[in-house]
C-alpha cells in the first residue's frame, strides 16, 4: 500500500479552480483574490466599482499564474444577487470556490442610528447577501463536487461577531458604535452553521473566517486616526496582513480541508481571546 500524497503542493493544490470573491476590489476581498491567482484559480471579483475592479483584475492577472476577471455587482439586494448569480452563469458553467466578503458597516451615537443605511442596508450586505449568492450558486457548486473534494463556500465573518462591546471601539469615532455591524456579524456566523448543515449532503463545505484588524477600506477610519492604538491592543504587535488572511482562506478552499465544515476560525493575532476583542481599545 502506497503512502498518501501529504505534500504542501497536494494539501494545498488550487491550480485551475474557479472561483468568486464578491467584494473582491479591496481589502481583504482583493488579498484573497490575490493569494488564489497567484496559486493558479481562475478568479472572478465582484463589487460596484467599475474602477477598482479593473485595476485589481489587471494586475492580478499579469502576476498569473492565474487570471483574475470582474463583474460589476450590488449584493444589497436579492435582485442584485440574481443579477450577479445570472452574469456568472453566462461565463461558467461550474464553480468550485464562493467567498462572500461583501460587506458595509455604519458607525453612530447609540439614540442616532438611522434604520435605512445603519440597519437595513448593513443587514442586507453583510448576511442576506450571503444566503443569496450561496442559495443561487450551490447548483455549480455541486456540479463537481465529491467528498473528497468539495464545493467550498468561505463567509466573511468578524471577531466583532463574538465582542459584546459595539461602542468606543475605535473603528467608528468617539461616541459612535457599529451595533449592527456586530449584529449582522453574528448572524454570519449562525448562517454558516445552517448552510453547512444544509449542503453537507451536496458535497458542500460553508465556513467562516473571523478577521481582527487588516488593512481596509472599513477599518481606514480607525488606522488613520488611531493605528498606534490597534497596533498596542495586538498581542504580536501588528495588525493584520495579506499572508493571514491569504493563507487561512487556501487552507479552507483546498484539499486540506475536505473534511472541515461549520468552522469558524479567528485571524486577529489572540487579541480577542486576550483582551476580549475591542472592548479595551
Same mark, same amino acid.
Given at each position: 500500500?502506497?503512502?498518501?500524497?501529504?505534500?504542501?503542493?497536494?494539501?494545498?493544490?488550487?491550480?485551475?479552480?474557479?472561483?468568486?470573491?464578491?467584494?473582491?476590489?479591496?481589502?481583504?476581498?482583493?488579498?484573497?483574490?490575490?493569494?488564489?491567482?497567484?496559486?493558479?484559480?481562475?478568479?472572478?471579483?465582484?463589487?460596484?466599482?467599475?474602477?477598482?475592479?479593473?485595476?485589481?483584475?489587471?494586475?492580478?492577472?499579469?502576476?498569473?499564474?492565474?487570471?483574475?476577471?470582474?463583474?460589476?455587482?450590488?449584493?444589497? =439586494? *436579492? $435582485?442584485?444577487?440574481?443579477? /450577479? &448569480? #445570472?452574469?456568472?452563469?453566462?461565463?461558467?458553467?461550474?464553480?468550485? @470556490?464562493?467567498? !462572500?466578503?461583501?460587506?458595509?458597516?455604519?458607525?453612530?451615537?447609540?439614540?442616532?442610528?438611522?434604520?435605512?443605511?445603519?440597519?437595513?442596508?448593513?443587514?442586507?450586505?453583510?448576511v442576506k447577501s450571503i444566503f443569496?449568492?450561496?442559495?443561487?450558486?450551490?447548483?455549480?457548486?455541486?456540479?463537481?463536487?465529491?467528498?473528497?473534494?468539495?464545493?467550498?463556500?468561505?463567509?466573511?465573518?468578524?471577531?466583532?461577531?463574538?465582542?459584546?462591546?459595539?461602542?468606543?471601539?475605535?473603528?467608528?469615532?468617539?461616541?459612535?458604535?457599529?451595533?449592527?455591524?456586530?449584529? =449582522? *456579524? $453574528?448572524?454570519?456566523?449562525? /448562517? &454558516? #452553521?445552517?448552510?453547512?448543515?444544509t449542503l453537507a449532503k451536496r458535497? @458542500?463545505?460553508? !465556513?467562516?473566517?473571523?478577521?481582527?484588524?487588516?488593512?481596509?477600506?472599513?477599518?481606514?477610519?480607525?488606522?488613520?486616526?488611531?493605528?498606534?492604538?490597534?497596533?498596542?491592543?495586538?498581542?504580536?504587535?501588528?495588525?493584520?496582513?495579506?499572508?493571514?488572511?491569504?493563507?487561512?482562506?487556501?487552507?479552507?478552499?483546498?484539499?486540506?480541508?475536505?473534511?472541515?465544515?461549520?468552522?469558524?476560525?479567528?485571524?486577529?493575532?489572540?487579541?480577542?481571546?486576550?483582551?476580549?476583542?475591542?472592548?479595551?481599545?
Open positions: 500500500m502506497s503512502a498518501p500524497d501529504l505534500s504542501i503542493p497536494s494539501l494545498f493544490n488550487v491550480k485551475g479552480k474557479i472561483a468568486l470573491v464578491t467584494g473582491g476590489g479591496s481589502g481583504l476581498g482583493s488579498m484573497m483574490a490575490a493569494a488564489l491567482v497567484q496559486n493558479g484559480a481562475k478568479v472572478y471579483i465582484a463589487s460596484r466599482k467599475e474602477k477598482q475592479l479593473k485595476e485589481v483584475s489587471e494586475a492580478l492577472t499579469k502576476q498569473g499564474p492565474g487570471t483574475c476577471s470582474y463583474i460589476i455587482a450590488d449584493l444589497g =439586494s *436579492k $435582485a442584485g444577487c440574481d443579477a /450577479l &448569480t #445570472a452574469a456568472f452563469k453566462a461565463k461558467e458553467t461550474k464553480l468550485h @470556490i464562493l467567498i !462572500n466578503n461583501s460587506g458595509a458597516t455604519w458607525g453612530a451615537p447609540f439614540d442616532e442610528v438611522p434604520e435605512k443605511e445603519g440597519w437595513d442596508r448593513v443587514m442586507s450586505l453583510n443569496y449568492m450561496t442559495s443561487n450558486l450551490s447548483d455549480l457548486l455541486e456540479k463537481d463536487a465529491t467528498a473528497q473534494d468539495p464545493g467550498r463556500v468561505i463567509n466573511i465573518s468578524s471577531v466583532a461577531s463574538i465582542s459584546s462591546v459595539a461602542s468606543e471601539s475605535g473603528l467608528a469615532g468617539q461616541g459612535n458604535g457599529l451595533w449592527s455591524y456586530h449584529t =449582522s *456579524k $453574528a448572524a454570519v456566523n449562525h /448562517l &454558516t #452553521a445552517t448552510l453547512a448543515s458535497y @458542500i463545505t460553508v !465556513n467562516a473566517i473571523l478577521p481582527g484588524v487588516f488593512p481596509s477600506k472599513m477599518t481606514a477610519y480607525g488606522m488613520k486616526h488611531a493605528k498606534d492604538v490597534f497596533v498596542r491592543a495586538q498581542p504580536m504587535g501588528r495588525v493584520g496582513a495579506p499572508s493571514d488572511i491569504g493563507g487561512v482562506m487556501l487552507f479552507l478552499v483546498s484539499p486540506a480541508s475536505a473534511h472541515v465544515t461549520s468552522a469558524m476560525i479567528a485571524v486577529d493575532g489572540g487579541q480577542l481571546v486576550t483582551r476580549g476583542a475591542f472592548a479595551k481599545l
